[in-house]
């Protein structure tokens, strides 16, 4: 659960950019965060990212209060997000397999399991064919399928997007949309900011609007769905084909090294996480 009590943010400059905010997001929520230009927006994701500090207020995340997490465990905490951004933020040299990778590499996976859960996900995306390509290869709708699936490969209990369709047309627009409800559909929290209406009354999922720093409203079906979804989705018919995965081209094997065993990995991580999160709980 996330819980944003009373919270606001004035920066150095003076800017209030969010005045006594309280919104609460249950596990296994969708919501979009609505909002012109400069309404808070993306100050309330920086927020849970924990890459600023509100004013004043409280926020809690999985019972995480964020204002008491020790520095040290802000990366440990970080990687329990996946984040997805309007520009993608893909690695332009490395192609679709090395970027969906690249994320497991960082926490230490193991050869094997990054070798099983890339093509996975690479599934689930619809880019299994396309695995080889480089992000300037992609249409933007690809590159932000990449950017999905990078961001949920080392399973976050939630799911961040910053404008996600901002760049991409409507088609595309709406076949990202409807990857993000699946993704929903199977237990991650998903929280996406967008100014598009089109979105936001064609999926029907609760809205929060912002305007100056304030939430406005907060409606559970925020838009009634206006239109037939499952038509547009229908229509799109993304297809993927099955594809035989190439090894790599890659010196992966070299990285796999320390002797460690993901599990026994796994296992120190999660009783740190616990003991950490004893001592600044609330
Ligand atoms: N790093 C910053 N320093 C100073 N002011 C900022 C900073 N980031 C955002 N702001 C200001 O805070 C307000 C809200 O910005 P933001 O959260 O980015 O809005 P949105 O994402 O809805 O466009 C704006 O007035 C913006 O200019
Ligand atoms: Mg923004």
Redesign the pocket.
């Known amino acids: 659960m996330i819980e944003i009590s009373n919270v606001s943010k004035t920066?150095?400059?003076g800017?209030r950019?969010l005045r006594n905010v309280n919104i609460t997001i249950e596990d296994g929520e969708f919501v979009f965060i609505m909002?012109?230009?400069?309404?808070?927006?993306?100050?309330?994701f920086k927020l849970l990212l924990k890459e600023?500090e509100a004013t004043s207020g409280r926020i809690v995340v999985n019972d995480m209060n964020l204002g008491k997490m020790p520095r040290r465990y802000v990366p440990k905490y970080r990687r329990r997000l996946g984040v997805v951004f309007q520009d993608f933020r893909l690695l332009k040299d490395r192609n679709v397999y090395e970027n969906v990778a690249f994320a497991q590499r960082v926490v230490g996976a193991s050869t094997r399991r990054i070798k099983e859960a890339v093509p996975e996900m690479l599934q689930m995306v619809g880019l299994s064919a396309k695995y080889k390509m480089y992000p300037k290869q992609l249409s933007g709708g690809e590159q932000q399928r990449v950017a999905i699936a990078r961001a949920l490969i080392n399973r976050p209990e939630v799911l961040l997007a910053d404008e996600p369709t901002g760049n991409l047309d409507n088609r595309n627009a709406m076949e990202i949309m409807k990857l993000l409800e699946d993704i929903n559909e199977m237990g991650t929290t998903v929280i996406v900011?967008t100014h598009s209406r089109e979105i936001v009354e064609m999926m029907g999922k609760r809205v929060i609007r912002?305007e100056r720093?304030c939430v406005v409203s907060d409606e559970i079906e925020g838009a009634q769905a206006v239109y037939d979804r499952q038509a547009v989705y229908d229509e799109l018919s993304a297809y993927d084909e099955q594809v035989i995965y190439d090894e790599p081209e890659t010196d992966e094997e070299s990285e796999d090294g320390g002797g460690q065993t993901e599990d026994s990995r796994q296992e120190t991580e999660d009783g740190q996480m616990t003991e950490d999160g004893d001592t600044y709980e609330n």
């Open positions: 920066y150095e400059e800017n950019a909002g012109p230009n400069g309404s808070g927006k993306t100050t309330i600023v900011i912002m720093g």
